[in-house]
């Protein structure tokens, strides 16, 4: 980095520091005007207070005011001016970054102590949204039949679930959206998937913001949408909550699934407690929540198979081929004898664990202008799990263990009715393990204790084995993330609304792989030639091997397994790096009348803190060489925003918004292989990553009209395009010296195009709900990253791999082209609810292959054609009493009312997940194959239970609230 960058960078974090700290949305406005009801004039001098609090406003020489800084949630208003009676007005919502408009009209004050109450309606259209946004509130998570966060945001319009249920804005790869808690973003940057790093329960969350469109220059690191979430605070009043429930899979395919008709009501168990109240004079509140959860997969497995049995199976195999090479049929399959089968065939899950999070929140509040909240989120998880491969082999399975914490300290100061600011500090920290074995023995014998050296396998599925050994190390492998973010918020006059911040991330993710290899000894000498199969029986020839491996250490004087060695560099990782984010915005909100205009810009800068490789076609070994690297440039990226929004009837209001969203790829793709001298042999086929990337840029452009039906009915239409470009891809490199690998770079893009159209019925009565319908072309170059490594070791006509570098523009994977989501709540609040959430979409791409010889590569057919149709109904019901001071609550939540599995994935050849088709005489000759060998049916071979969507989940339980 040059000294004038340097001294760029330092001077532009001294200016934002100057500044108050970023803050991204949290919390939203009252405002409107206070008349005269006689004479419609506007009223100046009138206070305005929320009620219990001493926040408000004093209306200006027109009538008008506004209170700002206000969380999302309900707001009783008391207006009150001399001569004229007091006004109140109940039940005044406020949501994220919107404006809430409540007009009031006094009457004269003729008797003492008159007093006029109103209920406050939510307007049927929201007059100032400029974009995409929906608002998912506390009430309305507790009645749908959901679990988690990520069932809700599916529930939008614009999203679609990709095959593996990752969700997909508007066309976007699922690492584009960023998610914000409290203000606080807490990405995963690392990962190619994206995702949020701190688990948040759905007890806790205040408002669910989903911004699928544009969104404001408040928000960065995000390309297609925004989830924002902000949680509970504590209540003025003691309150409590504990909820138990337990439930199962209850369906009858067992043709897909083993032992899914073996019913146990408790295979999950799940329970949460909440306990909210003040402390200290009421200055001090505390807000505690904890879940504990225990469950079983939906996977089981038929124990035909001891670990010991895959040693013991991969000898008899050796055995055979000396002793009956003659006799060996066309097929080239050994039957594997009902003895050396010893599994008890019992059944039961394949995977279980269980997990647990806590998350706490205390806010000091010395006065109404100043509060200090320190949140932290913390879970852990533990268990065991295996693949489908060990389906028939399920013992010697790894054990992981997950933890995070992350703490969250934010102060919010109102300087005057009109300017406040908020200052916010993070540290998120997770790091996880996975193995059989962390003291990494080697059994050195059949039956001895320890990680399995010898296994065997059949078509693809496990014969018995143990998993690997903990290729960690304590205090390694971490991923940690430090925040510094907030704004200062002015209210200028009654028409401007500016907002000015800056976002600092520092990021430290450490890479640690110290796995166990086999010695070159050992890849020789596993089997000796000194004992011979063919003139011994089987007995025989098992008991001297056994003997032949208790000493094989002493007889070759080195061990089976080793660790890589300091010259063997891509064997292993052990690597950190500290890349650093920040980003300044300005942001104004303008409010004239009906007429409202979003307006911002936005400065990205990131530091890699690494160095990148000069000359890429340079002599093989000279590649990572210091005299080829060089420290990688500051990069800069200017992000304006816009949306404008103005009223076409009393109940309508049209939208357009138009912005550029910036996002630094991966870093795990930035980073993927520390930069380091190779030799040629090492070099040949690796993917490097590429610290100078470019970020992933995206521009979107979107038209939209809401208008009012009725009173409690309102639509949304809004037509959207979005152009991407600079996607992650990678591309193949040649040296000088012949040498080939392949690299990260900037070469994918596509667009998406499409509309949505929604009807929302508003919460007012027994009956609330919403539909919308979502139709959109998503198209690209690739929707893999690594698209071009897979053609390169692609050739479906034999010889060299053919190098595609063209790329063509298809359906991405995700391009659901109809969607279509149904939620409906029946309720009476404190008695009784009812709740449907129905889903339906139109086939995923899939690449299409022949039963035959292909005349063209896989490419040529690349996402040509569509897997079935999917939909699915999921419904909760409850009812509720109250015995004394305690509310008692009885629910029963069913995911997948009708049993019916969605076919996720499907054979290439038939397009379904049920059959795998083959030409006749190949089939014949795999059926013969399998008889030969006697373990597997074609059937059990055939059956994917991970192409399906998960069967039908029923879940009972109670909750008590106090």
């Given amino acids: 980095m040059t000294s004038r960058n340097s001294r760029s960078w330092v001077f532009l974090l001294l200016l934002l520091g100057l500044c108050t700290r970023s803050f991204t949305g949290t919390t939203g406005k009252l405002a409107g005007r206070v008349t005269d009801r006689s004479t419609g004039e506007g009223l100046p001098g009138a206070n305005v207070v929320l009620a219990g609090t001493s926040l408000g406003a004093v209306t ?15 707001y009783d208003l008391v207006i009150s001016l001399m001569g004229y009676a007091r006004f109140t007005i109940q039940g005044a919502k406020v949501n994220i970054d919107r404006t809430t408009t409540q007009n009031a009209q006094l009457t004269a004050k003729t008797l003492q102590g008159q007093e006029v109450t109103v209920m406050a309606e939510r307007p049927v259209m929201e007059r100032d949204l400029t974009s995409t946004a929906s608002y998912t509130d506390a009430e309305t998570i507790q009645d749908l039949p959901v679990t988690s966060m990520t069932e809700v945001i599916q529930l939008q319009a614009g999203v679609v679930a990709g095959a593996g249920g990752e969700l997909h804005f508007r066309g976007g790869r699922e690492r584009e959206v960023a998610y914000m808690i409290d203000g606080v973003p807490v990405n995963n940057a690392y990962a190619q998937t994206g995702g949020n790093n701190v688990a948040v329960e759905n007890a806790i969350i205040k408002e669910l913001q989903v911004i699928s469109g544009t969104f404001n220059a408040e928000y960065g690191s995000a390309q297609s949408g925004i989830v924002n979430i902000v949680t509970k605070a504590p209540e003025k009043q003691w309150h409590g909550s504990l909820q138990i429930y337990s439930g199962d899979f209850v369906s009858n395919k067992t043709t897909v699934f083993i032992g899914i008709d073996r019913l146990n009501p408790i295979a999950e168990g799940d ?25 079983e997969s939906l996977y089981w497995y038929e124990r035909r198979f001891r670990s010991i049995d895959g040693w013991v199976i991969d000898a008899y195999r050796k055995w055979y081929n000396d002793h009956y090479a003659s ?29 647990l999070t806590f998350s706490g929140k205390l806010i000091y509040a010395p006065s109404s202008n100043l509060s200090l909240t320190y949140s932290l989120f913390a879970s852990g998880s533990q268990g065991e799990s295996g693949g489908l491969n060990r389906r028939y082999a399920p013992d010697g399975l790894s054990r992981y263990w997950s933890r995070a914490d992350n703490h969250f300290i934010n102060i919010r100061h109102m300087l005057h009715p009109n300017l406040f600011y908020h200052v916010n500090a993070s540290y998120q920290h997770n790091h996880s393990w996975s193995y059989y ?42 991923q940690k993330i430090y925040t510094a973010n907030g704004n200062i918020n002015w209210q200028v006059d009654r028409h401007n609304f500016i907002k000015l911040g800056f976002e600092i991330k520092r990021h430290a993710y450490n890479t640690y792989n110290y796995p166990l290899i086999e010695t070159e000894e050992w890849q020789r000498y596993k089997y000796t030639t000194a004992i011979r199969g063919a003139k011994l029986s089987w007995k025989e020839y098992w008991t001297q091997m056994v003997d032949y491996w208790k000493n094989w250490d002493e007889t070759y004087g080195t061990s089976k397994y080793r660790l890589p060695r300091a010259e063997e560099i891509t064997r292993y990782r052990d690597y950190t790096i500290k890349p650093l984010e920040a980003a300044f915005y300005l942001q104004d909100k303008l409010e004239m009348g009906e007429i409202v205009l979003n307006a911002g810009v936005r400065l990205d800068m990131f530091k890699a803190n690494e ?16 005299q080829n690297l060089k420290r990688a440039p500051i990069q800069y990226q200017l992000n304006p925003r816009l949306g404008f929004s103005f009223p076409i009837s009393d109940r309508g209001a049209f939208h357009v918004a138009y912005g550029h969203f910036f996002q630094m790829p991966s870093f795990a793709t930035m980073y993927s292989e520390p930069l380091q001298v190779l030799t040629p042999l090492q070099l040949q086929g690796q993917l490097l990553g590429n610290c100078t990337l470019k970020p992933e840029r995206t521009i979107a452009y979107e038209v939209g009209l ?14 959207f395009y979005k152009d991407f470009r600079n996607q992650l891809g990678i591309e193949y490199i040649t040296t000088v010296d012949a040498i080939g690998y392949t690299r990260y770079v900037n070469r994918d893009y596509g667009n998406v195009k499409g509309f949505t159209l929604a009807l929302e019925k508003l919460r007012r009565g027994w009956f609330s709900g919403g539909v919308d319908y979502t139709f959109q072309y998503g198209e690209g170059s690739a929707s ?16 060299d791999p053919v190098q595609f570098v063209e790329r063509q523009i298809v359906p991405l994977d995700w391009d659901q082209r109809h969607t279509l989501n149904l939620t409906a709540i029946f309720s009476q609040p404190g008695h ?65 009312l009708f049993d019916h599995l969605n076919q996720q994935s499907v054979y290439a050849t038939s397009g379904l997940a049920s059959v795998n088709a083959m030409l006749p005489e190949l089939r014949e000759i795999r059926d013969e194959r399998l008889a030969q060998e006697g373990v597997f049916t074609p059937q059990e071979i055939d059956n994917r239970p991970h192409y399906y969507s998960p069967p039908r989940h029923v879940q009972l339980g109670m909750e008590v609230q106090f």
């Fill in 60 to 74: 200006d020489a027109d009538g008008y005011y506004a209170i700002i800084n206000l969380p999302p949630g309900s």
């Fill in 271 to 295: 329970f949460q407690a909440t306990l909210t109240g003040p402390l200290a004079g009421h200055k001090l509140g505390v807000l505690l929540t904890t879940r504990y959860n225990r469950n």
């Fill in 327 to 355: 006799e060996i049929g066309r097929t080239g399959e050994i039957r594997i004898p009902d003895s050396l089968r010893t599994g008890d065939g019992s059944m039961g899950p394949l995977s279980q664990g269980q997990s």
């Fill in 437 to 478: 074995r962390r003291d990494n023995k080697v059994a050195d014998y059949p039956g001895d204790m320890g990680i399995q050296p010898i296994t065997s396998t059949s078509n693809g599925f496990s014969l018995g084995t143990t998993d690997g050994g903990f290729y960690g190390k304590d205090g390694k492998n971490y």
């Fill in 611 to 626: 160095k990148y490789i000069v000359n890429e076609r340079i002599e093989s070994y000279l590649l990572g060489s210091e």
């Fill in 706 to 719: 809401q208008q009012g039906l009725t009173d409690d009915l309102a639509a949304d239409l809004t037509l």
């Fill in 784 to 799: 893999d990253p690594t698209f071009l490594q897979l053609v390169q070791v692609s050739s479906r006509l034999g010889g």
């Fill in 832 to 896: 009784w609810s009812a709740s449907i959430i129905g889903t339906l979409g139109s086939g995923l791409p899939y690449t299409p292959s022949t039963v035959g010889q292909a005349l063209f590569p896989d490419i040529e057919f690349n996402n040509a054609a569509r897997k079935p149709m999917r939909w699915n109904i999921d419904l909760k019901a409850k009812k509720q009493f109250r015995v004394g001071n305690y509310r008692f609550g009885l629910f029963c939540n069913i995911d997948n």
